[in-house]
């Protein structure tokens, strides 16, 4: 007997077919996007005529198409072979080392079959090295390379000689010339460049360039005492190439300045005074005035030497000095140094006794003594020019005891210069 399904049961059956449905077909989508799924096999073209009953012809190839574009080959273009040029070497083996190239390969530099140096050709095709090389006969090549270090061409080979240097010249060292203060002048001869160590003792005191002439001088200094000198060349490591014959000599303890001395001054009515005394020759001394330095002066070559100075009216003591050394102190000397007389001593043939009033008349002349020139009473150095026929700038000149051109004294006595 057959179940009897209700009309509920047929449309819940029919709802799940429906999802099973909806769920394959999802999968099968996403299958198909994945390729996973397996593609249907190509039906033959003749089951596809028997299928559909049409008659299928086979094609006909397409002519061939003559190409006019050339056949690519793969075989490299030749490198073109670098060229060496003639080698400078300079007396220190110094090798200056050019040619020219492809642009851009690396060239090997090879001397008596070894590789001495690599360098690029620059982008103009020209290159240049400097290396070194003993002395000796040499052959040298430059050859192109690859990354892998294989020859791709060479030039041709270029014979150098680098000669042995000339052997270093022994330096020589003069007898040095020793001043008085312990200054060293020392002097010599050398290789032309080289540089000297000069040595005193055992122990470098200075150094020193020979000149493109092959002389060396030099100023030092030392402490008195013995020394045995020598002048000796070396590389730019200090080795040392040759060396002088030694050359000993001493320097003596410079003499003790002498102590100066202060002859007694003289004084001028003016206040003018006049130094001198002895020293040490070229020494400078320091003139001492009641404890304060009024003046310097410098001992000449024969031991002596003189100042004109001036001072206020008053009494000083009086002293020289090595300068800066008081224990080098002369003994002092007193002088008095008096105030001008405010008046002199008229002359009757030339002034009466009549009062005199400054800018009322004219006022009374001095006495001119030829060379010399006695002020009077309202004159000055303009007037007294005048009067004497000579320049106010010749007088002035003069008359360097005059501080204050514009203050003279009655009495005072002026120098004249020289009158036509």
Not at 95 to 104: D, Q, V
Not at 179 to 184: F, T
Not at 229 to 241: I, K, M, Q, T
Not at 251 to 272: F, K, W
């Amino acid at each position: 007997m057959a179940e009897y399904r209700t009309s509920d049961d047929i449309r819940r059956y029919d709802f799940i077919k429906l999802i099973v449905a909806l769920v394959l077909g999802a999968i099968i989508v996403i299958m198909l996007l994945r390729g996973n799924l397996p593609r249907p096999a190509a039906t033959p073209p003749e089951e596809q005529e028997r299928a559909s009953g049409i008659e299928l012809t086979e094609a006909t190839p397409p002519p061939e198409e003559t190409s006019t574009i050339p056949p690519v080959t793969t075989e490299a273009t030749e490198m073109a072979a670098p060229e060496l040029e003639e080698p400078e070497v300079s007396e220190d083996g110094a090798l200056a080392l050019s040619g020219t190239g492809t642009p851009g390969t690396t060239l090997e530099i090879v001397a008596n079959g070894e590789v001495l140096d690599t360098v690029t050709v620059g982008p103009d095709g020209t290159w240049a090295l400097a290396s070194e090389l003993a002395p000796g006969d040499y052959e040298l090549s430059a050859r192109a390379v690859d990354a892998d270090g294989t020859v791709l061409a060479e030039s041709e080979s270029t014979s150098v000689t680098v000669e042995e240097p000339e052997a270093m010249v022994a330096p020589t060292l003069e007898e040095p010339e020793v001043g008085d203060d312990g200054a060293l002048a020392l002097s010599g001869t050398g290789t032309p460049g080289a540089t000297l160590e000069i040595v005193a003792n055992g122990e470098v005191l200075d150094t020193v360039t020979v000149g493109p002439d092959g002389t060396w001088a030099l100023a030092s200094e030392l402490a008195p005492g013995d020394y045995d000198l020598s002048a000796r060349a070396v590389d730019a490591d200090g080795a040392v190439l040759a060396e002088s014959d030694i050359t000993s000599f001493s320097i003596e303890e410079p003499e003790a300045m002498a102590a100066p001395t202060l002859e007694e001054p003289e004084v001028s009515e003016d206040g003018t005074l006049m130094l001198s005394g002895t020293g040490t020759p070229g020494s400078t001394l320091e003139v001492v005035a009641n404890g304060e330095v009024l003046d310097t002066v410098t001992v000449g070559p024969d031991g002596t030497w003189a100042l004109a100075s001036e001072l206020a009216p008053g009494d000083y003591e009086l002293a020289v000095q090595n300068t800066g050394d008081p224990d080098s102190l002369s003994e002092t000397v007193d002088v008095s140094v008096a105030a001008p007389q405010p008046e002199a001593a008229e002359d009757e043939s030339t002034v009466d006794d009549t009062e005199v009033v400054c800018g009322v008349g004219e006022a009374p002349h001095g006495i001119d003594q030829g060379d010399t020139y006695v002020v009077a009473r309202c004159e000055y150095m303009g007037l007294i020019a005048a009067r004497t026929g000579v320049k106010l700038a010749d007088l002035i000149a003069a008359n360097p005891q005059i501080a204050n051109p514009n203050l003279i004294y009655p009495g005072q006595v002026l120098n004249l210069p020289p009158r036509d």
